[in-house]
């Protein structure tokens, strides 16, 4: 993507109100990105903004230098990934409004597919960080990577036990990637960036008020499979992590506690409400099949995408097909295009319905 698409990703992120939903009818309006960026506030609103977007992205284009704000990101350390990218993480993309921007110090990866997000209580008990310590560690052991949220407790057990293990840890922040929260927590964070990534939506300089923490919460169960409450009590930010999870349509898994235990008070509740009761990795490995994906994520890697194959899932978008049909329409023959075929159940792409006919996966 060229740069300054990157900045009007940028500008429009910043912009109050704009979600992805709506930025995809910006630019099928206007053709572009930059032509949406200087659309008059008449045109705006002919394509559907309301009237406070229109004003919040009118006074941002007053007030932004799109090219100072691309610096002061990358001073922070930052790499900007818009959600159109690749590199942006296809679990993330599959939340109502995905950030538009993800600022991130480290590195994503593919395999970060196979996540699962470990939260719970600030003030755990020996109980809590026995079992954070246990279930981390085993899970990263495993290659399943660990998304937290960098917080006292419960997560930077989570984080330091993956960390390790020699696995793979995501950090989620609730202010800008320049700015870690707790600042007890700088070491860790820059072993996490090294050994993981930092994510975060909020920009550079961005303080870790408390509003931004229930935002940050949604996209650490976005960009995990499920999400598992060690430990919390009633009130507690894990449990709001929960509640996203279940309405992406992400596992949720409580941890069993003691039942005189305040901190175990959450997880009770989650439990009651039809939570998945968990005493081990080896629980949440079988029930997610986390180790059949991994498989099949190394089958992708292994056997990259071809324009072959990018042609067959364009024809497979609309609905199931048959292979003579397929191969008329790719103008290969049967063999070639069964071989093909073949790969992509391999790699997860497609599926086979039976009787020759094949869908996307």
Known sequence: MSSPDIGYWLGFHLVPGVSAGRLETLIARFGSLEAAWHASPAALRQAGLPERVVEALVEKRRQLDLGRELERARRSGATLIPLAEDAYPRLLKE????????????????????????????????????????????????????????????????????????????????????????????????????????????????????????????????????????????????????????????????????IFSPMSAGTLQLLREGATPIGSAEDILRDLRLEARQLTLEARAALPASPEEREILAHLRPGPCHIDDLAAQLGLGISQVSALLMQMQLKGLVRHLGAQHYAGA
Do not use: C, W
């Open 95 to 258: 939340i109502a409004s995905p950030p538009l921007v993800l600022f991130v110090r480290g590195e994503l990866r593919a395999e970060d597919e196979q996540a699962i997000a470990l939260v719970g209580t600030r003030r755990p008990t020996a109980y809590g960080k026995d079992v954070a310590l246990q279930l981390s560690g085993e899970l990263a052991s495993r290659g399943v990577v660990i998304v937290s949220g960098l917080a006292r407790g419960i997560d930077r057990v989570a984080h330091e036990a993956a960390l390790d293990a020699g696995g793979r840890t995501i950090a989620v922040l609730g202010s800008g990637i320049d700015v870690i929260y707790p600042p007890e927590h700088a070491r860790l964070a820059e072993r996490i960036a090294g050994q993981g990534a930092l994510v975060t939506e909020f920009p550079p300089g961005e303080q870790p008020m408390a509003k931004n923490f229930p935002v940050r919460n949604r996209l650490i169960s976005g960009l995990s499979l499920g999400v598992v409450v060690v430990e919390a009590p009633r009130k507690s930010g894990a449990l709001i992590t929960a509640n996203f999870a279940a309405d992406q349509g992400r596992t949720v898994y409580a941890v069993p506690g003691p």
